[in-house]
């Protein structure tokens, strides 16, 4: 199965919040956007599947919900652990 980040559901700042956004970057904006993507690649990262195609075997993630599920654990151990 392959699976996709689109880049606004990246939760990298500065990063546009859609896709209509991202098609209005210019050269210089978008290399720099397609740079700090290719940062990602290869790193453990947390993320939430949003959507499941099995007829094509594929999935969209968001790393952005991801994180902000995974902060929500954390708090919630660091507040039983420092009591």
Known sequence: MIGRIPAYETGLNGVPKTAREIAKLSGKNLRELANRLKNLVG????ILITTVNKQNEDFVASRRLGREIMAKVTWKKIA???A
């Open 80 to 82: 039983v652990g420092a």
């Open 43 to 46: 790193r453990k990262i947390w």
